[in-house]
């Protein structure tokens, strides 16, 4: 309890983290409640599929029954961003996860008990990391088909090296402190001295550099969507309601901004997102250390 | 006296690039029940290898290379050599049997726990049977416990009850192991942690630790030197250590805490009637803590002694040297002439030869083996006499 009020003591000395949190929070209530906010029409079979209301190629502005508008094909924008909410979490979510622990796993490894683990390890992280991540990420969707699980996938491919590599260089300059050789001492086994001594000691500038990453996730994401290397037509996804705006951004001849709902709703969604990842980073910082804590 | 470590014939090498490090060669050691021994020597002379490889925890690319370490863990049954253990079994032993006293005590605690948690993870790590007789006791008292929430909750203290009888009665179940390894799960022993966390106070009080169960909860940044200090002696000897080593523990300390520190190891020593293989570089801390000492000089040992015979009586070159060059009041300390060997080119014969006043032929060929020549005192010179 008293660790609890002390985080948000820490959280509320840095009103940048707190405007990080509130935007994560909005996301996570907008995302948690979508049914509600944006509740899918009757008969319809899969939520995530945005209605549509006619297959008119032009966009149309707000309106009663469309409150931010219809996109290319007459799709919902309102409903759109609402549940591409969800798929945003879950990209992110799901990405850094699968990251985090193939990192964290492999990472561990490699930087405890080094040797030709560490070795072969690496090289392959090297392999990895030789390749452009985006042009990598098109490359392996395209591979296995076009879909927002493949994207996930190709996601999770491409960025695991770069947390292997951070959690194993923490690791390496923890693994020689002496309260690992204590513990040593104590009669620990690896396992307990990897999961209990080392890696709580190591897996800060990880979890920080997660958080801040998750926002980065998402925009790749929306990248390989805006391609038209994402999700099928019509699933709720931010990256792929830009892309039914891309012939729309200019506008028409003497109104550039006729269509500036298209673009600018997805766009703003992304944004704040992603900005809220990036500061709930820094807060993420502000509390985890526990040297910082308690001063 | 009965012995307690018997150390034979101990070799470790360090093969480097730049070729073999003979850091520890033929180190011959007795440490007897309830004594304080200390070794003495300069800095990389290998005092604190000898303690790590007593615990097998030579870090590469060392290796022990022959030698035995018997050690007495009861006076019942016979010796075990350590080097021969698996390493299971010597994991069994490091902490609860043999444990260690670092040099700093700040970077001897892990920041991120707290104090009372580093403690109760020496005993969880070595003394679960008690722990969990212990858990089901206190599972068992709260059953009996009157009222309605209690009545509310029984059946599941009932289920909690149920658990620790089947921990105790058998500790390797494939059920202990399942709920002691997730992580959720194992919120459900927490019986065995709080019982674990009152040992660690009670041993926090022991070092003389005022206000024990408010320094239980705090980090080590927020200790100061000599606390922490106590605090990694109550770590080390939690599991009624048989033996402690002692690696420069005051060496970071100022005087005054370095008094007390002194004092305190020798208070739980009898207490604990456990023996301590104090390393230090401090003479004077040696003669004031050790029943006997040795000294050691380019990863061997060069003289064996009781503590006052050695004082009184120095018989080998070095350690005359080494107690003329401590300071004293009105006096110029003298230094050591010479340097300490390289110890991937160690000198052929004995290792103190270049830097000894009174060496001859025999001391630039043949090394020296430890000669008893007044009882209980042994000196490894081709020179010297007893007497």
């Known amino acids: 309890m008293t660790e609890l009020r002390l985080w948000l003591h820490q959280l509320r000395k840095n009103p940048l983290s707190v405007i990080g949190v509130t935007l994560i929070l909005i996301f996570a209530i907008i995302a948690i409640f979508a049914p509600i906010l944006a509740p899918p029409p009757e008969g319809h079979i899969d939520p995530y599929q945005i209605p549509r209301d006619g297959y008119s190629p032009v966009p149309q502005p707000p309106s009663e029954e469309h409150i931010l508008g219809t996109t290319q094909g007459q799709y919902d924008i309102y409903y759109g961003v609402i549940w591409g909410t969800r798929s945003a979490f879950q990209v992110g979510l799901i990405v850094m996860g699968a990251i985090l622990v193939i990192g964290i796993f492999l990472g561990s490894i490699a930087g405890y008990f080094g040797g ?38 190709a996601l999770i491919i491409v960025s695991w090296p770069v947390y292997a590599r951070l959690i194993r260089g ?40 997660a958080s801040l990453d998750i926002g980065a996730i998402v925009l790749a994401a929306a990248a390989l969507s805006f391609l038209g290397l994402g999700a099928p037509e019509g699933y709720a996804d931010w990256g792929q309601l830009i892309q039914f705006s891309r012939n729309w951004i200019v506008g028409i001849p003497g109104n550039p901004l006729a269509y500036w709902y298209t673009v600018i709703i997805p766009g703003l969604f992304i944004l704040f997102f992603v900005l809220g990842w990036n500061l709930l980073g820094d807060a993420f910082r502000d509390i985890l250390d526990p040297r910082l804590a308690k001063r | 006296m009965n012995e307690l470590l018997k150390i034979r014939g101990l070799t470790v090498r360090f093969y480097t ?68 253990l698996s390493e299971k079994e010597i994991r069994a032993i490091r902490g609860s049997q043999i444990s260690t006293v670092f040099q700093e005590p700040s970077a001897a605690l892990n920041p991120v726990y707290t104090i009372g948690d580093q403690i109760a993870e020496a005993i969880l790590l070595h003394q679960r049977q008690e722990l969990n007789h212990k858990a089901l006791e206190a599972a068992r008292m709260s059953l009996m416990k009157t009222g309605l929430v209690a009545k509310l909750v029984k059946p599941v203290r009932l289920a909690e009850k149920n658990l620790y009888q089947r921990l105790v009665h058998n500790e390797h179940s494939v059920w202990s192991r399942i709920v002691g390894r997730i992580p959720v799960l194992r919120r459900l022993l927490w019986r065995i942690r709080d019982e674990a966390g009152k040992i660690a106070i009670q041993m926090l009080k022991e070092v003389e630790i005022p206000d024990p169960e408010r320094v239980a909860r705090y980090y080590p940044h927020q200790l100061s030197g000599g606390m922490k200090q106590r605090s990694v002696i109550a770590m080390a000897l939690v599991c009624s250590t048989r033996f402690l080593i002692a690696d420069e523990p005051t060496t970071a300390l100022d005087v005054t805490i370095q008094a007390q520190s002194l004092e305190l190891i020798r208070r739980l020593k009898t207490e604990f009637e456990s023996s301590v293989l104090y390393i230090t570089h401090d003479l004077a801390v040696a003669a004031e803590i050790c029943d006997r000492v040795g000294v050691m000089y380019a990863g061997s040992i060069c003289e064996i002694a009781r503590v006052d015979d050695l004082y009184a009586n120095p018989l080998h070159p070095y350690t005359k040297a080494l107690m003329a060059a401590v300071p004293k009041p009105g006096e110029e300390p003298r230094a050591i002439g010479g340097v300490v060997p390289d110890p991937i080119k160690l000198p052929p014969g004995c290792r103190f030869h270049p830097r000894c006043d009174i060496a001859t032929e025999i001391c630039r060929e043949q090394s020296p083996t430890m000669r008893e020549v007044t009882p209980g005192h042994f000196v490894a010179c081709h020179i010297c006499q007893g007497g």
């Open chain 1, 116 to 153: 030709i683990v560490d070795e072969i390890i690496m090289r392959v992280t090297d392999v990895f990391l030789a390749f452009p991540a985006l042009i990598l990420a098109m490359a392996i969707v395209v591979a296995l088909g076009p879909s927002l699980n493949t994207v996930i996938i």
């Open chain 1, 170 to 209: 923490d690791i390496l300059a923890t693994r020689e402190e002496d309260y690992v050789e204590a513990a040593r001492g104590l009669g620990a086994s690896n396992f307990r001295i990897i999961t209990r001594h080392v890696l709580p000691n190591s897996i800060y500038s990880a979890l920080v550099m």
């Open chain 2, 17 to 84: 690039y730049d070729g073999v490090v003979r850091a520890l060669e033929d180190v011959n050691l007795d440490i007897n029940q309830q004594e304080t021994f200390g070794l003495v020597g300069e800095t990389g002379c290998g005092k604190t290898l000898t303690a790590l490889a007593i615990l097998r925890l030579v870090p590469p690319p060392g290796k022990i290379e022959c030698g035995s370490i018997h050690f007495y863990p009861d006076s019942k049954n016979g010796p075990v050599d350590l080097l021969s």
